[in-house]
């Protein structure tokens, strides 16, 4: 488990989710701070959002194009590709 080193960096796990396809999402967090960073087979950076459509409006208007809104049991999810390939994704709880 990777998140064995993030634990000994100080950081401690927000969630531990089963994906439902043999996979866990697992959140993790440094004490009293609001970032967390999300380990999962998936790489990207996830915002946290609590309009996604409003978002992926403002997104569309500067030529940013998005995937489809994907509902979950942890949230509403969106992905986005920067022209290089990045992944960025929009989540609504």
Known sequence: M???VYLKLGFEV????SM????T???MGLPGQVTTISLAKFQ????ETDDIEKEIGLLKVKGI???QIDPTPW???AWLQDPA???LCLHQK
């Open 25 to 27: 999402w697992l959140q």
């Open 85 to 87: 390939g990045n992944k």
């Open 65 to 67: 194009q998005e995937g």
């Open 20 to 23: 439902g396809n043999g996979e």
């Open 44 to 47: 990207g950076i996830v915002f």
């Open 14 to 17: 927000n969630a531990e989710v």
């Open 75 to 77: 949230g509403r999810f």
């Open 2 to 4: 990777c998140g064995i």
